[in-house]
């Protein structure tokens, strides 16, 4: 027995072409998904490369991106991760227990972030037909 006729899909066989459609479409929504996170992850890596302080260069080259059961990171590595924080926050100068000065805030992580979850939602609804 077919389980399409001429007006369509049969009645007893409704189901099954429901899910059918719907893992079709899920796989098709996964995919999108991991393709635009590594797109855009990856361009972001290459935007904090551009936007990191210039003062070594170090800091700025060691960028990088991996995937985890969340998804996609863009992190530092070799070390340089604890400064991400100080560099864009600014922090406090200390000598001796007492407080010398306050080194300047350099904000680049932020700005980057902020543009390109902008660039992976508008990506996805075009990917998708929204």
Not at 14 to 41: F, G, N, P
Not at 51 to 58: D, F, I, Q
């Amino acid at each position: 027995m077919a389980a399409r006729s001429r007006q369509g899909i049969r009645a007893d066989n409704l189901a099954a072409e429901i899910r059918r459609q719907l893992e079709e479409y899920t796989d098709e929504v996964k995919s999108v998904v991991s393709e635009t996170a590594m797109d855009v992850a990856e361009r972001a890596a290459e935007m904090l490369k551009e936007e990191s302080p210039k003062r070594s260069g170090e800091y700025r080259k060691h960028w990088t991106v991996s995937s985890d059961r969340r998804g996609m990171v863009v992190h530092q590595s070799a070390g340089h991760h604890r400064l991400t924080h100080l560099l864009e926050k600014g922090h406090a100068l200390r000598r001796g227990g007492r407080k010398v000065g306050e080194s300047p805030a350099y904000p680049h992580i932020e700005k980057v972030e902020k543009e390109c979850v902008e660039k992976y939602v508008s990506e996805i609804e075009r990917r998708l037909g929204r």
